[in-house]
């Protein structure tokens, strides 16, 4: 069994930063993708950002210069630093980790 939980997620004004985390365990001892992902109400599921063990990483354009996606393999844990937030910001972010999802965290971002 493995389990996916995301954290750090809550209110900020435009302009902001969040910091999100991810902490997977159970039976894998160590994932290999990881990446965030994000839903606003009426919209699909989007990819955020992803990182693969290797170190390479990949950012939705809208993000891009933005936010920062960084892991911890020891801890089997992915971040998501989220700097100059804007509204359209705001969205459940979920994480996911080798086809596994977090519950979510909400991020709403006030103008």
């Known amino acids: 069994q493995v389990h996916v939980v995301e954290s750090g997620g809550g209110l900020v004004q435009a302009g902001g930063s969040l910091r999100l985390s991810c902490a997977g365990s159970?039976?894998?001892?160590?994932?290999?993708?990881m990446g965030w992902y994000r839903q606003a109400p009426g919209k699909q599921r989007e990819l955020v950002a992803g990182?693969?063990?290797?170190?390479?990483?990949n950012y939705a354009d809208s993000v891009k210069g933005r936010f920062t996606i960084s892991r911890d393999n020891a801890k089997n844990t992915v971040y998501l630093q989220m700097n100059s937030l804007k509204s359209e910001d705001t969205a459940v972010y979920y994480c996911?980790?080798?086809?596994?999802w977090g519950r979510g965290t909400q991020v709403t971002v006030s103008p």
């Open positions: 996911w980790m080798d086809g596994y």
């Open positions: 159970g039976s894998i001892v160590r994932f290999n993708a």
């Open positions: 990182t693969i063990s290797g170190g390479n990483t």
